[in-house]
């Protein structure tokens, strides 16, 4: 539970705490700190910002983290289920006021969460989709359950010029694979993840995932670094 350790030890006051992203060629970044993970809405992307206007009815947070989503849709008047598989994300989610907050990962959501109305992955959590078949598969699953809306945000692969990252993405598309279909662990202290698929995606590789389930791209809030997707059923 590499990132719980590091949201808790941050929520407990260790300022210098710091992830490690690690990725399966071996290319490996430090984040800033993990902040963004507490940020009030002021300090949020401005897509994100923007997107708290088209959250309906019941909302799960997936990926919830510290819950900085959950605490601010609370606020809101909405009730709301968040669920990370990180069981110390969740107990620092409760801590800071999340009043339902569960370990469980995207694929084990069930209808034992009750009814749920609409699905947000901030924080570039449209990731969690992971490739393009898993994508498929979770979307499929998320209507199955009633979901009438998902809001995720994403950055686009393509912005950058790292010769490490084109690189990368170049080798992701000669094996038939989404330019930003990443595989990922995170590691802080002496503590690492399971390796994990990771998917960021360009508005237009999110409608063509949307598209192949079922699903329409209705809106897009335009941003940097990130943009938002919203998502319905057709």
């Keep these: 539970d590499a990132y719980g350790h590091l949201i808790l030890d941050f929520l407990e006051g260790n300022p210098r705490a710091r992830e490690i992203v690690e990725r399966d060629d071996g290319f490996i970044e430090a984040t800033d700190g993990p902040e963004p993970y507490f940020a009030p809405p002021r300090r949020w992307p401005s897509a994100e910002r923007r997107a708290l206007r088209w959250m ?13 989503v959950a605490l601010e849709l609370q606020r809101r008047g909405h009730e709301v289920v968040g669920i990370d598989v990180s069981p110390l994300a969740v107990e620092v989610s409760r801590r800071r006021g999340v009043r339902r907050a569960e370990v469980c ?3 084990d ?15 570039n959590n449209f990731g969690l989709f992971g490739s393009r078949t898993g ?11 009633g979901v009438t809306r998902i809001v995720a945000s994403s950055r686009d692969p393509y912005g950058t010029t790292d010769p ?8 992701n598309r000669e094996r038939g694979r989404l330019s930003g279909h990443l595989r990922l662990r995170v590691r802080y ?6 390796w994990f698929d990771y998917l ?11 598209d192949a389930a079922g699903w329409s791209l209705v809106r ?4 940097e670094p990130l943009y938002v997707g919203v998502l319905e059923p057709r």
């Design 109 to 123: 959501v069930d209808a034992s969460l009750g009814r749920v109305d609409t699905v947000v992955l901030f924080g």
């Design 220 to 223: 897009v809030l335009e941003g």
């Design 164 to 171: 490490a990252h084109l690189d990368y993405q170049r080798r």
């Design 56 to 68: 309906r009815g019941r909302v799960l947070d997936v990926g919830c983290g510290a819950g900085r």
């Design 200 to 210: 960021i995606v360009s508005p237009d590789e999110m409608t063509e995932l949307a």
């Design 189 to 194: 202290r002496q503590y690492a993840s399971p």
């Design 135 to 145: 994508a498929r598969r979770r979307f499929r699953r998320l209507e199955e359950l």
């Design 105 to 107: 990962g995207f694929d």
